[in-house]
């Protein structure tokens, strides 16, 4: 949904509408292919606090315009991708299944390219300081919600320790011009 939003926001400009198009129908491929993982799996114990908190977390990331919104998006999905560097390393129970590894092997590829594009659209419009600050705050709220189900992580062979550590860190260069 936040990519419609955003190729809605910048419909008039002929590189960035067609690209977060791109992204937005990427992103509803994503929700399918997991929703199929899912279908293989215990059903899981729903949390009202983890609900509320994912929920709070994701109204917060349009906060301030698109440029801000494109910044918390590049830290976002380049967390996504340290947290999908962890599971599918060689030797973990994810990488060991081949189906699974392979859904996550072609997200983390997709997120990667997502943070190019979110990047360099966040660079052309907002400031440099504003962008890394709204992208901090975004990987620290994400942290937050992580730790919640370290527990799931660790039974994944993924040290929540480490993981909150790297999710928190902003990448060096990320929102540099």
């Known amino acids: 949904m936040a990519f419609d939003g955003l190729a809605t926001c ?10 977060l198009r791109a992204i937005a129908e990427e992103e509803r491929l994503h929700d399918m292919l997991i929703r199929h993982l899912e279908r293989g799996l215990p059903e899981a114990r729903q ?3 983890q609900i509320e908190a994912a929920r709070r977390f994701h109204i917060g990331l349009v906060r301030g315009g698109t440029a801000l919104h494109l910044a918390r998006i590049a830290a976002l999905d380049a967390a996504v991708c340290t947290m999908f560097g962890r599971l599918l390393r060689t030797g973990g129970p994810i990488a060991a299944d081949p189906q699974v590894a392979s859904v996550l092997r072609r997200i983390h590829r997709d997120e990667a390219r997502h943070v190019r594009v979110a990047r360099r ?18 990987r620290d709220g994400l942290a937050d919600i992580l730790l919640l189900a370290r527990d799931a992580f660790a039974d994944m062979q993924v ?3 480490s993981l909150d550590r790297d999710i928190r860190r902003l990448p060096d260069g990320l929102l540099v011009a």
């Open 10 to 19: 910048h419909a008039g400009d002929d590189r960035a509408a067609p690209a």
């Open 121 to 138: 659209l966040a660079l052309e419009t907002g400031s440099a300081r504003a962008l890394r600050n709204a992208a901090a705050a975004a």
């Open 159 to 161: 040290d929540p320790v």
């Open 47 to 49: 949390d009202a606090f």
